[in-house]
């Protein structure tokens, strides 16, 4: 049976690094993905000029790579930095989860070390308990209930896995996926980390590669 599949990611990339081999996975068992992107790109530039080109750049390079991975995007626009826990966002994030109605949602783990990705796991608690109660909402759909919520790492690594995620068959079209992030390049090279960590990950759960997670509600197989 197909599975709506929810990933939120506070940047541009997120979602690859954290979980871009599950992503494939997902798409790949004929479920359909989605990916809410927080952030806008625009790399906390003073300039109006730069922070349009910046998010211009960002925006071409996120379109690709969910075309390239089958995934549907969806876009908050918040200016990098800038994120915090307020209403209208919050809103916004029970828009999306009551449109999409996900079996399986993925989301950074409370832990991360990046400040916006500990925003996210916040705002998506609330969004998701609000979301679940009709008669917390004014208007729309109460949300069904999700057989799976994951927590994914990025900077952070998690401290105790609770689930690994087989990806050895995805791993090369993760690290293609990420190297179309060309903007990224400079600052670091996120194939060969992206690589290094999901072996890492493999190597404690017995697989070539695997991405971790910790699985904060679940009562059926993910595929």
């Known amino acids: 049976m197909k599975k709506n599949i929810l990933v939120l990611a ?3 990339d997120d ?3 954290g ?20 952030t806008d790109g625009s790399n906390f530039a003073s300039e ?5 080109l910046l998010k211009k750049n960002r925006m071409d390079e996120v379109i690709k790579v969910m075309k390239f991975l089958k995934a549907t995007p969806y876009f908050l626009n918040v200016p990098d930095r800038t994120l915090s826990y307020n209403t209208r966002i919050l809103q916004e994030v029970i828009k999306v989860l009551q449109k ?14 990046d400040r916006e990705h500990r925003i996210v796991n916040e705002i998506f608690r609330e ?17 069904k209930v999700a057989e799976y919520i994951l927590e994914y790492e990025v900077w952070e690594p998690i401290y105790n896995p609770n689930y690994y995620e087989d990806i050895g068959a995805f791993i090369d079209k993760k690290c293609e ?3 179309m992030y060309e903007s990224q390049k400079k600052f ?9 960590l999901n072996q890492y990950r493999g190597a404690m759960s017995h697989v070539c590669y695997a991405e971790a997670f910790i699985v904060k509600k679940d009562n059926i197989n993910l595929y």
């Open 19 to 38: 979980c871009g081999g599950s992503i494939l996975k997902h798409i790949y068992a004929g479920n359909d993905v989605s990916v809410l992107f927080f």
């Open 15 to 17: 979602e690859v690094i």
């Open 127 to 143: 969004a998701f308990w609000l979301a679940s109660d009709v008669k917390q909402l004014n208007n729309g759909e109460s949300l």
């Open 100 to 113: 999409i109605q996900p079996d399986i949602i993925y989301v950074p783990h409370i832990k991360e070390g």
């Open 10 to 12: 506070p940047h541009m």
């Open 177 to 179: 996926a990420i190297k």
């Open 188 to 196: 670091f090279d996120y194939a060969f980390a992206i690589r290094g």
């Open 48 to 52: 109006k000029a730069k922070a349009d």
